[in-house]
C-alpha cells in the first residue's frame, strides 16, 4: 500500500518543489497538502499516512491541539512547521508531543526529508521501547499473579529479618494486602520464637528444607539464600503439611491395624479348634456321669469354653473374618452378656452396674457386632470412672423402646470426669485418643460409630465436664416375625 506524507499547512508552500525533493532524496510516498486540521484528521482515517508536517497555527485549531487528536486517531511522527526559528518554541513542541520541528522557508525544504527520516527512526525507537516496557510491565504482572496465586506461603527476607517480598496467601492470613507485610519484621509477623525457627533454617546461607511447626501447624519450610545488588536476602516457601501428616499417620495406622486383623485371625482360628474340643469332650463327660457335682464343673468349663468361643467370634467379627449376619435378638439379653464378660474387671474397679430395662421388642441386629457396641461404650466408661477416682463408680444402662417413632434407645451413662467439650466432636474420628500411647488404638468408638450406621441407626454423646457421660444409640424397629428366627445380610 502506497505511504502518504501530509502537510496541514494554511498558508501557501511550494508543493512542487516539496515533491521533487522528497523524489530525489528515494522517498516514494504521495505527498498530500491540506490548508485546515480537520480536512487532515479525515485524511489521515482514510490513508496509510507515514507521517505529518503541521503548521504551528492552523485556521480550525493550533498544531498542539491537532497533535493530541492525530495521537488519539492513529499515532504516527508529526513535525511542527514554525515560520521562524525559535529555541524557546522549539522546546515547548517537543514537549508537547511533536517529534521535530522545521521552518517553512524554501531554504528549510532541502532538509524536510532528512528531518524526516529523523522523525520516524525517533518515533519507531519510541514505538519499540514502549512495546518493551509493555512485555516488562505484563511479565511483572503476570509473574504476581502466579506467584499469588500459589497457595503455599512465599516471601523473602533482607538481611536484616524484615519482610521484603510477600505473597497474597501469606498475607490473606493476616487479613492484610502484600505490600503491607513489606518492612515487617519476623517477629513482628510470626512472634519471637517462630521467626527463630525461621531465621536458623536460613541462617548459614545454605538452600535446605526442614519440617517445622509454626503458628501451631505444621510446614514444610524451605528457605533459599541469594545476593541482591551486594545484600543479603533469603527465599522462604511454607509448605503447610498438616493434612497430609494426618493421613500419613491414618495410612500408618490403617496398616498397622490390617497386620492386627490378618495375626488375630491366625490366633483366633487356631484356638478355635481346642476350644471346639473342649467344648465338645466337657459335653461327652456330662452324658456320662450321674455325680451332680462333677456335673456343675462341666457345666463351669463349658460356660467359660462358650466365653472363649464368644470372644473369638468377636475377633474374628473385629478382623473381618466372620460374614456378619442379622437375627432377631433381645437387646437386653445381648447387654446382659456383654456386661457378663465384663464381670471381673467391675468387680475389680468397684464399678456398680444398673440396670433399667423396659420391654423391647425382639429386632434384627447382628448380635456379635452389637455386642462389640456395648463392650467398646462399657470400656469407656470403665476407664472414665478409674481416671476420675470417684469412690463409688456406676454405670447405668437404660433402654427404651418409643412406639410413636418405631425406635429401640439405649442409653448408657457413667459418673466419670466427663468428656472436654473441644474433643467431644472428634470421639467418633478413626484413631482419636485421649489414652497415652500404648494403651489405646483410638478405633473402639469409630468401629462401634461404624456398626450402628450400618444397622440403619444413630449413635451420639452427650457430657459434662465432672459430671458424667451418656451416649444414646438409636435403632430402627420394624415389626418381624419370631419365626424368621435367621436372615443373613
Known sequence: ??????????????????????????????LIFTNNAESG??????????????????????????INKIKKINPVPVILVFEEHNETKVSEAIKKGALDCVIRNTRSFYAYPFVLDRAIARYELEIERSERENIISESQKLWVAVIDGIKDYIFIIDDE????????????????????????????????????????????????????????????VSAFPFKYKDRDFTIYVMKNISEMQRLKEQLYNSYKLASLGLLISGIAHEINNPIAGIITYAELLKMKTQDDKIT?????????????KHIIENLLTFSRQ???????????????????????????????IVKKYHEIPYTLVDPQQFQLVILNILLNAEQAIIDSGVEKGSVLFETIFDDNNNKIIINISDNGHGIPQN???????????????????GLGLSIAHGI???????????SKKDEGTTF??????EKHSRENVRIIT
Not at 501530509?6 to 504521495?30: A, E
Not at 503491607?180 to 548459614?204: M, P, R, W, Y
Not at 470421639?427 to 489414652?435: A, E, G, S, V
Not at 450402628?452 to 452427650?462: A, D, Q, R
Request: with cysteine; charged share 25%; glycine share 8%.
Open 161 to 220: 529479618s524484615k519482610i521484603f517480598r510477600a505473597n497474597k496467601a501469606l498475607s490473606d492470613i493476616f487479613n492484610k494486602h502484600p505490600k503491607d507485610l513489606i518492612g515487617i519484621s519476623l517477629s513482628g509477623l510470626f512472634g519471637d520464637d517462630n521467626a527463630k525457627i525461621l531465621i536458623k533454617i536460613g541462617f548459614d546461607g545454605v538452600p535446605k528444607t526442614e519440617e517445622k511447626t509454626i503458628l501451631g501447624q505444621q510446614y514444610l
Open 41 to 66: 484528521i479525515k485524511i489521515v482515517k482514510k490513508n496509510n499516512v507515514k507521517a505529518i508536517f503541521v503548521g504551528e497555527q492552523l485556521p480550525d485549531m493550533d498544531g498542539y491541539e491537532f
Open 322 to 352: 466372620k460374614t456378619p449376619s442379622r437375627t432377631l435378638e433381645s437387646v437386653n439379653d445381648i447387654i446382659d452378656r456383654t456386661i457378663e464378660l465384663r464381670s471381673y474387671w467391675l468387680k475389680k474397679y468397684n464399678i456398680e
Open 472 to 477: 444414646i444409640i438409636e435403632l430402627p424397629y
Open 1 to 30: 500500500m502506497e505511504q502518504t506524507i501530509l502537510f496541514v499547512i494554511d498558508k501557501p508552500i511550494r508543493k512542487n518543489l516539496l515533491t521533487k525533493i522528497f523524489k530525489n532524496h528515494g522517498d516514494p510516498s504521495q
Open 296 to 308: 456343675g464343673g462341666l457345666q463351669k468349663i463349658l460356660n467359660g469354653a462358650e466365653r472363649c
Open 452 to 462: 450402628i450406621t450400618e444397622h440403619g441407626g444413630l449413635i451420639k454423646v452427650e
Open 423 to 441: 474433643i467431644i466432636s472428634k470421639i467418633f474420628d478413626p484413631f482419636f485418643t485421649t489414652k497415652p500411647v500404648g494403651t489405646g488404638t
